[in-house]
């Protein structure tokens, strides 16, 4: 491991040192031996570059398969084939115009063979916007030369959390029973304003240095391996940042999907599958840029296309990663996001993708993953989706008063929609996320209706994820405001007088909720049926809910009472505690009888352990 990250950084060094010089770019700047992509793309960027298309390279096991030159004279695209038995080297390119020649050491790395580990529903994720969680390095909080600097003070700016940080608090994360983390992204954002989230990519093979640097992520990889902790890469092939290095002189014309004046998206997501639907309403919402200062990505553009896919590639091998989360999933050309799935799936068997597909409804979500048999024919490769739907029903119905179609069983009704989805157990669900209020704020502090939706999301089907402070219930207005619901981790910044790690300063309310969370963290490491039971669920009576999760091994029962204090009549679950007549409640430990009945507290959310 330490000689693949020496390698890595030597390969981020031939990067560096031909910047200023005839190339200013090579991307990917390496690749690796043993890779079932072992035909790349190499973008090639300096002045006048593409005079210099007399490209060979010495060695006897690759080949120089196609020379493509862009609209602009800058850019060269070098398409070359690697034996599939080639040694680790660094490839001779020489480029020349016929009367000078430029030469370049294109590092191929010894390829890692530790197969992927990707993340699962027996883990749980832990989310980080790692500007607003620990700042480690307060060195870095400003850059020279770059467009934003930090202010603590301005909520839509940065803050000065970095990677150092979060490796900081690898051991509190692990330790609350965590076993996977997912970043917000981390590379670089040299926007002017709002360049905390991540979301405008100005360079996608670089960190942002405000946070550390490629090397650095690497080692955070590493560290949180060795404890156990599984990471997943926040990434984005939609857009990018206006301050992109190639914003000024792009490749191609169509390198951006352009209009004759700003277009914004129409966020229209029923529109894949709609059999009405007008053509430039199609291109409205896959062409159409999210903001102005988000450029939109052309991803029929072959080149640009081949980038991309390229990229998430670098990005998992370089990293060893266990996950990816794709940001704005249905937003891209649909054809492009099938085929990087296929890639994906096909480099790295093992790997979990989750795509966010917000939307309320499970025929819409449902539509992107993989093996569903979709009325237009459309297929992909894509294992996982966000469950929104399930994330909106669940908070109406722990909200709203019980009747006829209101309460739980709105709740009830969406799981029973689960026949949609090929596979719903791999779906990964959430109380909240960095886009969305604060789930204390959305059940109105209430605790134990906050419990109940903390539980659910920890029992249900599907790989959980909770958003960093929710477990010392971490607060922001009821509607969306980004700043307030991305705000700092307690603790994270050194003169923080409230510390959620070592608990400094948090209410008993506060420590009793960190106290829940990590108590249903580290039972669920152990209980097999949630990692891999079937679901049965009853219809809600009486302000009650109970589904149970169950294999060979293991029968697990969940109550969620949001009425008075009731006497569970237990007869109508004969078909699944009839074998049972004790059982543990996991939250107290008391071991109780089954019999007839079973007494359920007011406001309450119980389980079982079947025994």
Same mark, same amino acid.
């Given at each position: 491991?330490?000689?693949?990250?020496?390698?890595?950084?030597?390969?981020?060094?031939?990067? *560096?040192?031909?910047? %200023?010089? *005839?190339?200013?770019?090579?991307?990917?700047?390496?690749?690796?031996?043993?890779?079932?992509?072992?035909?790349?793309?190499?973008?090639?960027?300096?002045?006048?570059?593409?005079?210099?298309?007399?490209?060979?390279?010495?060695?006897?096991?690759?080949? &120089?398969?196609?020379?493509?030159?862009?609209? *602009?004279? #800058?850019?060269?695209?070098?398409?070359?084939?690697?034996?599939?038995?080639?040694?680790?080297?660094?490839?001779?390119?020489?480029?020349?115009?016929?009367?000078?020649?430029?030469?370049?050491?294109?590092?191929?790395?010894?390829?890692?063979?530790?197969?992927?580990?990707?993340?699962?529903? *027996?883990?749980?994720?832990?989310?980080?916007?790692?500007?607003?969680?620990?700042?480690?390095?307060?060195?870095?909080?400003?850059?020279?030369?770059?467009?934003?600097?930090?202010?603590?003070?301005?909520?839509?700016?940065?803050?000065?959390?970095?990677?150092?940080?979060?490796?900081?608090?690898?051991?509190?994360?692990?330790?609350?029973?965590?076993?996977?983390?997912?970043?917000?992204?981390?590379?670089?954002?040299?926007?002017?304003?709002?360049?905390?989230?991540?979301?405008?990519?100005?360079?996608?093979?670089?960190?942002?240095?405000?946070? %550390?640097?490629?090397?650095?992520?690497?080692?955070?990889?590493?560290?949180?391996?060795?404890?156990?902790?599984?990471?997943?890469?926040?990434?984005? &092939?939609?857009?990018?940042?206006?301050?992109?290095?190639?914003?000024?002189?792009?490749?191609?014309?169509?390198?951006?999907?352009?209009?004759?004046?700003?277009?914004?998206?129409?966020?229209?997501?029923?529109?894949?599958?709609?059999?009405?639907?007008?053509?430039?309403?199609?291109?409205?919402?896959?062409?159409?840029?999210? &903001?102005?200062?988000?450029?939109?990505? #052309?991803?029929? #553009?072959?080149?640009?296309?081949?980038?991309?896919?390229?990229?998430?590639?670098?990005?998992?091998?370089?990293?060893?990663?266990?996950?990816?989360?794709?940001?704005?999933?249905?937003?891209?050309?649909?054809?492009?996001?099938?085929?990087?799935?296929?890639?994906?799936?096909?480099?790295?068997?093992?790997?979990?993708?989750?795509?966010?597909?917000?939307?309320?409804?499970?025929?819409?979500?449902?539509?992107?993953?993989?093996?569903?048999?979709?009325?237009?024919?459309?297929?992909?490769?894509?294992?996982?989706?966000?469950?929104?739907?399930?994330?909106?029903?669940?908070?109406?119905?722990?909200?709203?008063?019980?009747?006829?179609?209101?309460?739980?069983?709105?709740?009830?009704?969406?799981?029973?929609?689960?026949?949609?989805?090929?596979?719903?157990?791999?779906?990964?669900?959430?109380?909240?996320?960095?886009?969305?209020?604060?789930?204390?704020?959305?059940?109105?502090?209430?605790?134990?209706?906050?419990?109940?939706?903390?539980?659910?999301?920890?029992?249900?089907?599907?790989?959980?994820?909770?958003?960093?402070?929710?477990?010392?219930?971490?607060?922001?207005?009821?509607?969306?405001?980004?700043?307030?619901?991305?705000?700092?981790?307690?603790?994270?910044?050194?003169?923080?007088?409230?510390?959620?790690?070592?608990?400094?300063?948090?209410?008993?309310?506060?420590?009793?909720?960190?106290?829940?969370?990590?108590?249903?963290?580290?039972?669920?490491?152990?209980?097999?049926?949630?990692? #891999?039971?079937?679901?049965?669920?009853?219809?809600?009576?009486?302000?009650?809910? &109970?589904?149970?999760?169950?294999?060979?091994?293991?029968?697990?029962?969940?109550?969620?009472?949001?009425?008075?204090?009731?006497?569970?009549?237990?007869?109508?679950?004969?078909?699944?505690?009839?074998?049972?007549?004790?059982?543990?409640?996991?939250?107290?430990?008391?071991?109780?009888?089954?019999?007839?009945?079973?007494?359920?507290?007011?406001?309450?959310?119980?389980?079982?352990?079947?025994?």
């Amino acid at each position: 491991m330490l000689f693949r990250l020496f390698a890595c950084l030597l390969a981020m060094t031939y990067y *560096s040192e031909i910047s %200023g010089q *005839s190339i200013s770019h090579i991307e990917p700047p390496n690749w690796w031996t043993g890779m079932q992509h072992h035909s790349i793309q190499i973008m090639i960027h300096g002045d006048a570059i593409a005079d210099y298309d007399q490209v060979s390279i010495n060695h006897p096991a690759v080949s &120089v398969d196609q020379i493509v030159k862009a609209d *602009s004279p #800058n850019y060269l695209f070098i398409d070359i084939t690697l034996d599939k038995n080639i040694n680790a080297t660094n490839l001779p390119l020489s480029l020349s115009n016929g009367t000078n020649t430029i030469t370049h050491d294109y590092p191929i790395l010894d390829n890692d063979s530790t197969p992927i580990d990707g993340f699962t529903a *027996s883990d749980a994720i832990y989310l980080i916007t790692p500007d607003r969680f620990a700042n480690g390095d307060p060195t870095n909080d400003n850059m020279e030369g770059m467009r934003e600097t930090a202010d603590r003070n301005n909520k839509g700016g940065r803050h000065g959390g970095d990677i150092a940080g979060i490796n900081n608090s690898l051991d509190y994360i692990a330790d609350m029973g965590f076993t996977a983390i997912w970043l917000n992204p981390l590379l670089e954002n040299d926007m002017k304003i709002y360049s905390y989230h991540g979301y405008s990519t100005t360079d996608f093979y670089k960190v942002d240095p405000r946070f %550390g640097s490629n090397i650095e992520y690497r080692q955070l990889a590493d560290h949180a391996r060795k404890k156990g902790l599984k990471l997943i890469m926040d990434m984005i &092939v939609n857009h990018c940042g206006s301050y992109h290095w190639w914003a000024d002189d792009l490749p191609f014309k169509d390198w951006y999907n352009q209009w004759p004046e700003y277009t914004e998206t129409n966020h229209q997501k029923t529109i894949m599958q709609d059999p009405y639907a007008s053509s430039y309403d199609k291109k409205r919402f896959t062409d159409g840029w999210f &903001v102005p200062t988000m450029p939109d990505l #052309n991803q029929r #553009n072959p080149q640009m296309a081949r980038y991309l896919i390229q990229n998430s590639i670098w990005w998992v091998e370089y990293l060893a990663l266990s996950g990816i989360r794709m940001d704005t999933y249905p937003y891209p050309d649909e054809q492009f996001m099938a085929d990087w799935t296929k890639a994906m799936m096909k480099e790295y068997p093992t790997l979990n993708i989750v795509g966010e597909e917000w939307n309320e409804s499970p025929v819409i979500v449902s539509y992107w993953q993989a093996e569903k048999n979709n009325s237009n024919g459309y297929t992909s490769d894509l294992k996982s989706v966000m469950d929104f739907p399930v994330n909106m029903a669940m908070i109406k119905a722990l909200n709203d008063e019980e009747s006829w179609g209101t309460g739980l069983k709105v709740l009830y009704e969406m799981m029973a929609l689960d026949f949609l989805y090929p596979d719903p157990m791999n779906l990964v669900t959430f109380p909240d996320n960095h886009d969305m209020a604060r789930i204390w704020a959305l059940l109105n502090h209430d605790y134990d209706i906050w419990k109940m939706a903390i539980t659910h999301v920890m029992t249900n089907r599907g790989i959980p994820q909770l958003y960093y402070g929710t477990e010392v219930l971490a607060d922001s207005p009821a509607h969306r405001d980004d700043g307030a619901v991305r705000s700092d981790f307690p603790g994270g910044w050194q003169g923080d007088t409230i510390n959620a790690i070592s608990r400094s300063g948090l209410t008993p309310l506060q420590i009793d909720a960190q106290q829940y969370i990590k108590h249903l963290l580290h039972w669920r490491k152990t209980a097999s049926a949630i990692h #891999n039971g079937k679901l049965m669920h009853y219809r809600p009576e009486h302000n009650c809910y &109970v589904y149970f999760r169950y294999n060979e091994d293991q029968t697990i029962m969940i109550a969620i009472n949001k009425g008075e204090k009731r006497v569970l009549n237990l007869e109508r679950f004969n078909e699944m505690i009839e074998p049972f007549n004790m059982a543990k409640n996991v939250l107290s430990g008391a071991q109780v009888n089954l019999e007839s009945t079973l007494h359920l507290d007011a406001k309450s959310v119980s389980v079982f352990d079947l025994k």
